[in-house]
């Protein structure tokens, strides 16, 4: 049987604000303010603390099938409830890749054997499956890698863009580095031979430059269109001036992200950090930093995503180019930007925004993302005074480690809902639990 749960005295970050209202959990949806509490089956007094909608990442690499011994479903989801994470949407470039409605079928029903928590997978774009593109359903969309990537996944030829945005209809998202930028810069630095080499060879310009084709593709052809992973201060004046120019939020087509470690992170930690912080697209400067930071803040930037991408330390401890690019972060996502709130970088109002009613509003998710009369029991309750350290040693990602290692953090939760049962009770994860696919209502976008 469902525990009917009853947590009292929090203070609930509403779609319209914060609100000190008791919410039931019953038969996993959210009850507001209930009259009476008839058959409660436990009470929370969560005095002093702020209960928030469950945490939805729209971008991970759960490396599941085909490279398990970096990460899976299994200890990938493990790692999003404790990190107050309640639904992941996984990309495609998995082995092999999830490019046909069979492979993303199979990957649904692999989830449902293995993750803890709600999850949802998008077809990956070739230059030769607009067809299977066409046909998918069960997903949130489209996934194109316009640079940073090999074989089939990588779609930089404008004929194949074409067809793509122009023959279908699940919004699209995409990695923008224009790859002749990439090999153009690369060549001219015989490939690199230094970790600050990743970011002139992903520099500014590959990013804008495909930031720009992609966006010019989306309006032409009318097509729904998120940026992922937003890196320089360059594609935030650039997307500052085509919202300046659709006055109509309601009648936007491009919407976009950004990680923490492009906002945490830039060029001058290549020499503490090395490759642990070699990501695609590379971190770049410290006033991309503040400009993203600005971005997210004004809300040019409607989204926070991980990009968790995790690889073994024995792979990343290989010399640059040999090293991957890629680092894990779902599990501390949420406490990195409540750390954010208290240093007065963000408002709690701002991360409840980008961390859940975004990315549920950008991919159409139903019924998540909003603590609401009705909605799934997906559910994080964090203490803002709680003081704890990144350690790796504490790390329930498969690959163990976290480029924030030592690094003291106020704000953290303490406990996780998914479906309105309780997977992280601020010690342990509750590892039998399953979450369930993630469902797109597209004909509301």
């Known amino acids: 049987m469902p525990v009917t749960t009853l947590i009292k005295n929090a203070t609930c970050q509403l779609p319209g604000g914060a609100e000190q209202i008791d919410v039931l959990i019953s038969q996993g949806k959210i009850v507001l303010d209930p009259a009476s509490f008839t058959n409660v089956d436990e009470t929370i007094?969560?005095?002093?603390?702020?209960?928030?909608?469950?945490?939805?990442?729209?971008?991970?690499?759960?490396?599941?099938?085909?490279?398990?011994?970096?990460?899976?479903?299994?200890?990938?989801?493990?790692?999003?409830?404790?990190?107050?994470?309640?639904?992941?949407l996984e990309m495609p470039n998995t082995n092999p890749a999830t490019i046909t409605c069979e492979a993303l079928h199979n990957k649904l029903e692999l989830a449902s054997q293995k993750s803890i928590v709600n999850y949802g997978f998008y077809i990956g774009a070739t230059p030769h499956n607009v067809a299977e593109l066409r046909?998918?359903?069960?997903?949130?969309?489209?996934?194109?890698?316009?640079?940073?990537?090999?074989?089939?996944?990588?779609?930089?030829?404008?004929?194949?863009?074409?067809?793509?945005?122009?023959?279908?209809?699940?919004?699209?998202?995409?990695?923008?580095?224009?790859?002749?930028?990439?090999?153009?810069?690369?060549?001219?630095?015989?490939?690199?031979?230094?970790?600050?080499?990743?970011?002139k060879i992903r520099n500014h310009e590959a990013a804008l430059v495909a930031t720009k084709r992609a966006v010019e593709l989306a309006i032409r052809h009318k097509h729904r269109f998120h940026v992922l992973h937003v890196s320089t201060a360059q594609e935030c004046d650039f997307l500052s001036e085509y919202q300046q120019s659709v006055s109509?939020?309601?009648?936007?087509?491009?919407?976009?992200?950004?990680?923490?470690?492009?906002?945490?992170?830039?060029?001058?930690?290549?020499?503490?950090?090395?490759?642990?912080?070699?990501?695609?697209?590379?971190?770049?400067?410290?006033?991309?930093?503040?400009?993203?930071?600005?971005?997210?803040?004004?809300?040019?930037?409607?989204?926070?995503?991980t990009d968790h991408a995790p690889h073994t330390l024995e792979e990343k401890d290989q010399p640059y180019p040999k090293s991957p690019s890629g680092l894990p972060a779902v599990e501390n996502s949420l406490a990195l930007m409540l750390d954010a709130v208290n240093r007065g970088q963000l408002t709690l109002q701002r991360i409840v925004e980008s961390m859940c009613e975004a990315p549920a509003k950008v991919w159409d998710i139903v019924n998540k993302g909003k603590i609401e009369q009705g909605y799934d029991a997906d559910l994080v309750l964090v203490d803002m005074n709680l003081k704890r350290k990144i350690l790796n040693e504490n790390q329930l990602t498969k690959s163990g480690w976290s480029p924030w290692h030592g690094t003291s953090l106020t704000g953290w939760p303490v406990k996780t809902w998914c479906n309105g049962v309780l997977v992280y009770d601020g010690k342990n994860v509750r590892e039998n639990h399953r979450g369930q696919e993630v469902l797109f209502d597209h004909t509301a976008g």
């Open 45 to 88: 007094d969560a005095t002093g603390l702020h209960l928030l909608p469950g945490i939805i990442d729209d971008q991970v690499h759960f490396r599941d099938p085909g490279l398990t011994h970096k990460e899976d479903l299994y200890t990938g989801s493990r790692a999003c409830a404790a990190g107050g994470v309640t639904t992941f």
């Open 248 to 305: 109509d939020p309601a009648q936007r087509l491009i919407t976009a992200e950004v990680c923490p470690h492009h906002l945490f992170f830039n060029v001058d930690d290549y020499d503490r950090l090395g490759s642990l912080v070699q990501m695609n697209p590379s971190i770049k400067n410290k006033a991309d930093n503040k400009r993203l930071w600005q971005a997210l803040q004004e809300g040019t930037i409607q989204v926070i995503a």
């Open 135 to 199: 046909q998918a359903k069960r997903t949130p969309g489209i996934k194109i890698f316009i640079g940073s990537s090999t074989g089939d996944l990588l779609v930089d030829q404008q004929e194949a863009l074409e067809r793509i945005f122009a023959e279908t209809t699940l919004p699209i998202c995409a990695h923008c580095e224009d790859e002749a930028t990439v090999q153009s810069n690369a060549a001219k630095l015989d490939g690199g031979k230094c970790f600050t080499d990743h970011s």
